[in-house]
């Protein structure tokens, strides 16, 4: 047993697992998004999710008690962080729920390679010449994925790309957020801003529809896996080994791949499947080039 407990320890195993329920949480959230998506307007589905996760950490908060209100907020790094939520999470559910699950969580898998060019663009972060080829080696597989000029070009992958973007600005302005910030806070504010976005969408998408009862189970699978996948991946990433842990993540996109073919019918041709390759290998390796030490 004791050294059930030592491996356990040594193999960041319990952070490794909080990574993988975490991204199986956000595949069934973005697969129950898209199918409710034919019952009912985008800003309909985006506020459900807004409420419930604003609620969730709104009680997680008052049962941990920690603030959902500090002088930061008023800062420049929180403001921009806020509207980088609100927009990357808008863009990332149009681009599911009128394009392909498995391509669009493809993209998203970009991130990290994102804001690492972030970092070198704006605030002048030095990397090796390792990290740069990682980095145009993802991007090379966005444009096998996207396949711009072609008659096989998805339009609503520009929207799932455009959602990474604000996505790595909102990772890149948390590092100038005091650490006495709570991540429950963060989260707390990120539900709020997708609410906001949500109504903003209303005179885009149209009116509310009612919820047919036999789609009622959806609603509540929904409120349970949304809020359950963010906090999973704070408890992933507050502990253990970044270059151990962080790879993970990655695990997101052969969910997808699965339910969108799974459930939705979707096709992933062999150029795009290649594509997928090289950002998850980018992104590994551009993720183990960092000091593992570092969380």
């Given at each position: 047993?004791?050294?059930?407990?030592?491996?356990?320890?040594?193999k960041?195993?319990?952070?490794?697992?909080?990574?993988?329920?975490?991204?199986?949480?956000?595949?069934?959230r973005?697969?129950i998004?898209?199918?409710?998506?034919e019952?009912?307007p985008?800003?309909?589905?985006?506020?459900?999710?807004?409420?419930?996760g604003?609620?969730?950490?709104?009680?997680?908060?008052?049962?941990?008690?920690?603030?959902?209100?500090?002088?930061?907020?008023?800062?420049?790094?929180?403001?921009?962080?806020f509207?980088c939520?609100?927009?990357?999470?808008?863009?990332?559910?149009?681009?599911?729920?009128?394009?392909s699950?498995?391509?669009?969580?493809?993209?998203?898998?970009?991130?990290p390679?994102?804001?690492?060019?972030?970092?070198?663009?704006?605030?002048?972060?030095?990397?090796?010449?390792?990290?740069?080829?990682m980095?145009?080696?993802?991007l090379?597989?966005?444009?096998?994925?996207?396949?711009?000029?072609?008659?096989?070009?998805?339009k609503?992958?520009?929207?799932a790309?455009?959602?990474?973007?604000?996505?790595?600005?909102?990772?890149?302005?948390?590092?100038?957020?005091?650490e006495?910030?709570?991540p429950?806070?963060l989260?707390f504010?990120?539900f709020?801003?997708?609410?906001?976005?949500?109504?903003?969408?209303?005179p885009?998408?149209?009116?509310?529809?009612?919820?047919?009862?036999?789609?009622?189970?959806?609603?509540?699978?929904?409120?349970?896996?949304?809020?359950?996948?963010?906090f999973?991946?704070?408890?992933?990433?507050?502990?253990g080994?970044?270059a151990?842990i962080?790879?993970?993540?990655?695990s997101?996109l052969?969910?997808?791949?699965a339910?969108?073919?799974?459930?939705?019918?979707?096709?992933?041709?062999?150029?795009?499947m290649?594509?997928?390759?090289?950002?998850?290998?980018?992104?590994?390796?551009l993720?183990?080039?960092?000091?593992?030490k570092?969380?």
């Open positions: 047993m004791k050294l059930i407990n030592k491996i356990w320890k040594i960041n195993i319990e952070f490794i697992l909080f990574m993988l329920f975490s991204m199986a949480c956000f595949t069934v973005d697969a998004s898209k199918q409710l998506s019952i009912m985008i800003s309909q589905i985006l506020i459900i999710i807004g409420l419930i604003t609620i969730f950490f709104f009680i997680i908060a008052l049962f941990f008690k920690q603030l959902l209100f500090y002088p930061e907020l008023k800062s420049l790094p929180f403001v921009i962080r509207f939520e609100l927009f990357s999470s808008v863009l990332f559910v149009i681009s599911i729920v009128f394009g699950l498995a391509i669009s969580s493809a993209i998203m898998q970009t991130i390679l994102f804001v690492a060019l972030g970092a070198i663009l704006f605030f002048e972060q030095k990397v090796p010449l390792k990290s740069w080829l980095i145009l080696s993802g090379a597989g966005v444009v096998l994925i996207i396949k711009p000029g072609t008659e096989h070009f998805d609503f992958a520009i929207l790309l455009l959602s990474v973007l604000f996505l790595a600005g909102k990772d890149l302005t948390t590092h100038h957020i005091r006495t910030v709570s429950i806070t989260c504010w990120g709020f801003a997708l609410m906001i976005g949500g109504i903003l969408c209303v885009i998408f149209g009116d509310f529809q009612a919820v047919p009862s036999n789609q009622t189970p959806l609603i509540v699978l929904l409120g349970f896996f949304t809020p359950l996948a963010y999973t991946l704070i408890l992933a990433t507050r502990g080994e970044i151990i962080s790879p993970f993540r990655y997101r052969l969910f997808a791949l339910v969108g073919v799974l459930f939705f019918h979707e096709e992933v041709d062999a150029l795009s290649f594509g997928c390759l090289m950002i998850i290998i980018s992104g590994i390796v993720i183990g080039s960092k000091d593992p570092k969380k």
